[in-house]
């Protein structure tokens, strides 16, 4: 008996990896290589490894960058730190921050002036959230858990508001904010839904199929947040095994026993053709039968940043420039 394939829909990149991509390529062709990249443009091996080809050179900090060269910011932002070292080496900086990150940023440096404590839902150490929190250092804790929430301490509990990663699962933030509001019963909430559209709609796919599927297959990188987010939605949403892949070649015999509806969908950062591809490994596999499970349709497009719709190089500016979504 042959196997079926149910496929999430909306999946795959988002309108800010495809800005970010589109970003280092344009970059590539105006300025030709090498053009530096701050850490990884988005969290996905094949993208970097593309990039890579076509001459982009991904760094971790802006010492290894010669001076006077171009760097690209990645999809996930840097701290108010990271353009003043490049403004002091004379780099030419195009900002490829997500527009919806940087509505965080922006969001971080108001609550601040205005004398907020801020707890940041999310997971320290990631990228965003370190370029985050680095808008105002002093006036952010990071709390990934409810238990973290019921340990946080405010010197004033009354002027305390709660913002969030973009990546996270949605239902992940609401636990942790329901218990730093258990916790802090004047706590103030965000003006605005911080978990990016890109996020909750591919997670809103997965629950669609989930209790559907014996196994499903999340095509995304180990170190992308929103990847890893939806293995973890998948299962809560009743999936019997989910596992995330790079590509069909990370797929494993054993997991496929007994197995006669596979899910598949992919992370933010997952290019089309990865999915393309495991889709074809698991038509080999038995899996012919292909089900597309929709339920939105994503419209939104970012525009490029200035200094690439202008056609003019422009100095350094920090995240809150690179908002400049138009919807269409």
């Not at 965000?190 to 890109?198: E, G, L, R």
Request: charge should be negative.
């Amino acid at each position: 008996m042959m196997g079926k394939v149910l496929l999430a829909a909306p999946r795959g990149f988002c309108a800010g990896v495809d800005r970010a991509v589109d970003t280092v390529n344009e970059v590539l062709k105006r300025h030709g290589p090498p053009v530096y990249v701050r850490r990884q443009i988005v969290h996905n091996v094949h993208v970097v490894r593309e990039l890579t080809g076509y001459g982009a050179v991904f760094v971790q900090e802006l010492d290894e960058v010669p001076e006077g060269s171009v760097v690209v910011i990645s999809a996930h932002g840097a701290s108010p730190s990271v353009y003043k070292q490049a403004a002091e080496r004379g780099l030419l900086v195009i900002d490829a921050t997500c527009p919806l990150v940087a509505k965080v940023h922006r969001e971080v440096v108001r609550f601040a002036q205005e004398g907020y404590e801020i707890a940041l839902i999310g997971h320290s150490g990631h990228e965003e959230v370190e370029g985050t929190r680095g808008e105002a250092p002093g006036s952010i804790q990071t709390v990934a858990t409810p238990q973290e929430a019921a340990n946080l301490q405010a010197e004033d509990p009354d002027k305390l508001i709660w913002l969030s990663q973009t990546t996270l699962a949605v239902d992940e933030v609401v636990a942790v904010a329901e218990a730093l509001r258990e916790r802090f019963p004047h706590l103030t909430n965000p003006p605005s839904d911080d978990i990016c559209y890109a996020s909750q709609n591919r997670q809103e796919a997965v629950r669609a199929i989930a209790a559907r599927c014996d196994l499903l297959l999340v095509v995304g990188s180990t170190n992308s947040s929103n990847s890893m987010r939806l293995v973890e939605v998948a299962l809560r949403a009743g999936a019997h095994t989910a596992y995330l892949v790079d590509d069909a070649d990370q797929v494993r015999d054993d997991w496929f026993e007994g197995v006669q509806v596979v899910g598949v969908t992919a992370g933010a950062s997952a290019p089309e053709s990865a999915v393309s591809g495991l889709l074809r490994a698991l038509a080999d596999r038995g899996y012919p039968e292909v089900e597309e499970v929709s339920v939105t349709q994503e419209t939104l497009r970012f525009s490029l940043p200035p200094e690439l719709r202008t056609g003019r190089d422009s100095p350094p500016t920090p995240t809150g420039a690179a908002f400049e979504g138009e919807a269409r």
